[in-house]
């Protein structure tokens, strides 16, 4: 697939069938993140892949940040147990999930220019798994942040969730994408 074709064709899709990927095209897709640009090499990437029934680990990690988030707002029981469950759920929605991180760099900078080089790794995977013929979608939100999700990722002060990136093959038809036209955003200089 043309570059051009895979950035304008693809879409974050939410709905994938349960249907295993096969370990290579995982691969595939993590060797594509590799080849991000970033600033003084720093190969700021880290990477957790949860498939199959490992995605069990991420199931519990969300269900223990649910549950601390019920007790820090004071959840009554019954509404707690419901939050938990629809988090430990949220593991399942896809065959694979990887957590991007990055890691801190020596100075704020260089800390803001990993995330940047992660950020840009992500798009490599995403259109490498759209090339392949998988979905995927970058998700990441208040569980993902949680401080607990970040000790039970083995993150260290200045490391940084980037995405849970789910993965797998779609189980709905093409979206349309509304965008306005890059010339609405920009102011030309020249001369
Ligand atoms: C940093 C970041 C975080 C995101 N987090 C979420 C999320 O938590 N849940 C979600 O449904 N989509 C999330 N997305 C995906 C966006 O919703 C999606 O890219 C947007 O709707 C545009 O759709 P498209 O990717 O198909 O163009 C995230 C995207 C980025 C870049």
Request: glycine share 8%.
């Amino acid at each position: 697939m043309e570059v051009t074709q895979a950035i304008q064709s693809r879409r974050s899709i939410g709905q994938m069938k349960q249907d295993p990927v096969p370990r290579g095209l995982v691969e595939e897709v993590l060797e594509s993140a590799v080849h991000a640009p970033n600033h003084k090499i720093t190969e700021p990437w880290r990477f957790h892949v949860f498939t199959g029934k490992g995605r069990g680990e991420l199931a519990r990690a969300r269900a223990e940040v649910a549950r601390i988030q019920a007790e820090v707002e004071g959840e009554e029981e019954e509404f707690a147990a419901g939050r938990i469950s629809r988090e430990r759920k949220k593991a399942f929605r896809a065959p694979v999930v990887i957590a991007v991180i990055s890691r801190g760099g020596r100075d704020e900078i260089e800390t803001l220019e990993n995330y940047a080089a992660c950020a840009a790794a992500v798009q490599n995977m995403q259109l490498t798994a759209h090339s392949l013929g998988l979905a995927t979608i970058w998700r990441t939100g208040p569980v993902a942040y949680h401080p607990y999700m970040r000790d039970f990722l083995g993150l260290e002060d200045g490391d940084r969730i980037v995405a849970h990136l789910y993965l797998g093959y779609a189980d709905v038809g093409e979206r349309s994408r509304r965008r306005e036209p890059a010339s609405s955003r920009t102011v030309w200089h020249e001369g």
